[in-house]
């Protein structure tokens, strides 16, 4: 035990005092997607300096003190978004960054774990993925999340009275919540709750929206059932997440109030097949009547224009097959072109996220968030899950290139 506490103490110690600087950096012979206009620019170089994109060009001088890296023709994409996953340690958080994701919103963890891992981040303790935190899942019975704060004591009776809900979102804004995550349905990864039944009521969820903003922080909602989906949006939540059984009603008030849709599409998928987050053979026959509504659901969302973002619903864990790679192949198969479907993972996430006006995409001036790919994305969508290189703020946290042994 002794020598345990002293090796935690070390590893504590170096967390502390390692920082990660972002380094400038040229990547030359570059192929870069404009995800605006949806084309590829060829023969471009990226010059990243301080965390930013200083300039995208061909034909750029290199200046002095910057490390050129020659991709050689390869492509250049902006990081992706997860705009819903349970990233809640270390190693998750390099899982994800090191599949391309370089932003990340959290739809809560057990104990505050986003929080810490965000201001790692922040601090230059971790190279990343950039985290949103949203801290305590605001449900009507928390459990043993109850241990995540001395505060939460006070909610084991439960999280339904107006005080309770006020309480449990102000303590998530006091831990440094940038979004609250809360419920319109029960949940679809459990056998024994049926993801249609409605929790929340539109009366609770508005107090709930309410209290978020006057801590000027935006709402999600789980929802898979389409009565308590519809609650939410009329509360006035940001997004809808799942949405499995989405009716047109409900879709039409998504469009008049701009509600987003993160529909975490590889999740049901998972559900259906062996192995990943979900392995149960209850959980499998559910997944099979639960993906031919999300696909509908998906394609009237489409068909209507409501803006779909891209969310793994994973927390990376050594046995989850749910990456935003996926999300995307997966949205390409349910009829999206491929630059549609990489603007949800991209520039629509930022816009979710309140974050455009800094990342989602590659300009001057913005974060430096990239990731380097084999072939071309918009001929062959599958090449989004080879990601060769990955740069979070202008810190390199990924590199395979070059292949070939240098003399």
Not at 48 to 67: A, H, M, Q, R
Not at 301 to 313: E, L, S, Y
Not at 330 to 355: D, H, Q, S, Y
């Given at each position: ?47 990243t300096s301080g965390g930013k994109i200083d300039k995208i060009g061909s034909n ?223 959980l499998t026959f559910r997944g099979k009547h639960m993906l031919p509504a999300l ?113």
């Amino acid at each position: 035990m002794k020598y345990l506490l002293q090796f935690t103490l070390l590893v504590l110690a170096i967390l502390t005092t390692t920082q990660i600087q972002a380094q400038n950096f040229a990547l030359t012979n570059a192929n870069v997607l404009d995800i605006d206009a949806g084309k590829i620019l060829a023969n471009q170089t990226v010059l990243t300096s301080g965390g930013k994109i200083d300039k995208i060009g061909s034909n750029l001088s290199i200046p002095g003190g910057f490390e050129e890296v020659d991709l050689e023709g390869r492509y250049v994409l902006p990081g992706l978004i997860d705009a819903h996953t349970h990233i809640s340690s270390i190693d998750a958080a390099t899982r994800a960054l090191n599949s391309g994701v370089t932003t990340a919103r959290s739809a809560s963890t057990s104990a505050y774990q986003d929080v810490t891992l965000r201001d790692m981040v922040l601090k230059g303790q971790l190279a990343g993925p950039e985290i949103l935190a949203a801290g305590v899942f605001v449900t009507p019975q928390l459990g043993e999340t109850v241990l995540a704060d001395s505060r939460l004591g006070e909610l084991m009776g439960g999280v339904e009275s107006e005080e309770a809900l006020r309480k449990l979102v102000n303590i998530n804004a006091d831990r440094g919540a940038n979004v609250i995550k809360t419920r319109g349905t029960e949940r679809a990864g459990l056998p024994n709750t049926d993801p249609r039944k409605q929790t929340y009521t539109e009366k609770q969820l508005s107090v709930i929206v309410d209290q978020a903003s006057k801590r000027g922080i935006p709402v999600m909602a789980h929802a898979h059932g389409d009565e308590g989906a519809y609650a939410a949006v009329s509360a006035g939540v940001r997004s809808i997440e799942h949405g499995t059984y989405l009716s047109v009603r409900t879709l039409k008030l998504m469009k008049e109030k701009g509600t987003y849709l993160v529909p975490t599409y590889t999740t049901v998928v998972d559900l259906t097949e062996p192995g990943g987050d979900y392995d149960n053979p209850i959980l499998t026959f559910r997944g099979k009547h639960m993906l031919p509504a999300l696909q509908e659901a998906f394609k009237n969302a489409r068909q209507m224009g409501i803006k779909i973002a891209t969310g793994g619903d994973t927390g990376y864990g050594p046995e989850s097959i749910s990456r935003i790679s996926t999300e995307i192949e997966n949205f390409v198969k349910l009829g999206m072109t491929p630059i549609e479907a990489l603007r949800c993972a991209t520039t629509v996430g930022a816009e979710l996220l309140g974050i455009e006006n800094r990342t989602g995409k590659l300009a001057q001036g913005l974060e430096a968030d990239l990731i380097v790919i084999q072939n071309n994305p918009l001929e062959s969508i599958l090449s989004i899950h080879d990601v060769l290189m990955v740069m979070s703020n202008g810190t390199l946290a990924l590199q395979r290139l070059p292949f070939n042994l240098e003399e």
